[in-house]
Nanobody, 127 residues
Framework: QVQLVESGGGLVQAGASLRLSCAASGRAFSSYSMAWFRQAPGKEREFVAAIKWSGDITSYADSVKGRFTISRDNAKNTVYLQMNSLKPEDTAVYYC????????????????????WGQGTQVTVSS
């Protein structure tokens, strides 16, 4: 059974930074593209960022481009989301997701493309 465990969320002021981590259990972590999504109260879950299984291609939502950076450490089975210049509108529960093996990051644009989800970590940005 694959488990994804997020950490690093918290309450910060606007302009601050946070780094989220997602530790994955299971084997062959380097075979899977990974992504971050978020869901704000009363809104649908939305895509934030993704990184290809090979680590050489990333994608970001327009709302976070230039402020957030996704990265991965395959030796630690962990994917990160560095969030800088945080804004109140970034407040949400952030979820880590894993796709099927050896798929491009476009898989996360397909309903059901993410196979496994973490439990989420709360990020609250005060103004």
């Amino acid at each position: 059974q694959v488990q994804l465990v997020e950490s690093g969320g918290g309450l910060v002021q606007a302009g601050a930074s946070l780094r989220l981590s997602c530790a994955a259990s299971g084997r062959a972590f380097s075979s899977y593209s990974m992504a971050w999504f978020r869901q704000a109260p009363g809104k649908e879950r939305e895509f934030v960022a993704a990184i290809k299984w090979s680590g050489d291609i990333t994608s970001y939502a327009d709302s976070v481009k230039g402020r957030f950076t996704i990265s991965r450490d395959n030796a630690k089975n962990t994917v990160y989301l560095q969030m800088n210049s945080l804004k109140p509108e970034d407040t949400a529960v952030y979820y880590c997701a894993r796709g099927p093996p050896y798929q491009p990051i476009s898989v996360f644009t397909i309903p059901g493309g993410a196979i496994y989800w973490g439990q989420g970590t709360q990020v609250t940005v005060s103004s």
